[in-house]
T-cell receptor, first 113, second 114 residues
Framework: DQQVKQNSPSLSVQEGRISILNCDYT??????FLWYKKYPAEGPTFLIS???IKDKNEDGRFTVFLNKSAKHLSLHIVPSQPGDSAVYFC????????????WGAGTKLIIKP | DAMVIQNPRYQVTQFGKPVTLSCSQT?????MYWYQQKSSQAPKLLFH???????NEADTPDNFQSRRPNTSFCFLDIRSPGLGDAAMYLC?????????????FGPGTRLTVL
């Protein structure tokens, strides 16, 4: 049972436009959500997170929105830059998850010039 | 800069020959994790240490062992690597390990098994 789903394996966006990456979850006990960015042959880099008590968190070009009723979160990148081309993973944790992050399958973002 | 360091970045070993991967951190975090990641799949947690307390995931093969001699260092030992163990191995740390704790990853060690 996949508790965190990223339904788009890839996304192509024009440079300068907004990139929107989506993530859905099924476990209502999740209370913390994170986005990681991963370049090939490197470890994931933490981007931004949001607690379940918030519905929005912003950090520079990155904004994460959380819709608890829909069990949906999204990462907005604006404006998109060539260096944003990477695989983006959504992850979540719950108080009873014993330190384990539950990961989505990732979305490959390609920024076109 | 405070960080998570993994050595070596690339490791080649022979089938069945023991190998040790190392991780160190300057973040002074309590929790250290080892993950296995294959191709572009999500990372798979192998085990973690909260201080000296070791926690093994139920589906982690016995072939994988870990040591944490002090707060800063953690080692992943693969006793008899098989071809299926070729992967990226990621070390991560977090401050306290609660559900709202952020995990920070090292650059990974790419293991090749010949």
């Amino acid at each position: 049972d996949q508790q965190v789903k990223q339904n788009s394996p890839s996304l192509s966006v024009q440079e300068g436009r907004i990139s929107i990456l989506n993530c859905d979850y099924t476990n209502s006990m999740f209370d913390y959500f994170l986005w990681y960015k991963k370049y090939p042959a490197e470890g994931p880099t933490f981007l931004i997170s949001i607690s379940s008590i918030k519905d929005k968190n912003e950090d520079g070009r990155f904004t994460v929105f959380l819709n608890k009723s829909a069990k949906h979160l999204s990462l907005h990148i604006v404006p998109s830059q060539p260096g944003d081309s990477a695989v983006y993973f959504c992850a979540a944790s719950a108080p009873d998850s014993n330190y384990q992050l539950i990961w989505g399958a990732g979305t490959k973002l390609i920024i076109k010039p | 800069d405070a960080m998570v360091i993994q050595n070596p970045r690339y490791q080649v070993t022979q089938f069945g020959k023991p190998v040790t991967l190392s991780c160190s951190q300057t973040l002074n975090h309590n929790v250290m994790y080892w993950y296995q990641q294959k191709s572009s799949q999500a990372p798979k947690l192998l085990f973690h240490y909260y201080d000296k307390d070791f926690n093994n995931e139920a589906d982690t093969p016995d072939n994988f062992q870990s040591r944490r001699p002090n707060t800063s260092f953690c080692f992943l030992d693969i006793r008899s690597p098989g071809l299926g163990d070729a992967a990226m191995y990621l070390c991560a740390t977090s401050l306290a390990g609660g559900s709202t704790d952020t995990q920070y990853f090292g650059p990974g060690t790419r293991l090749t098994v010949l």
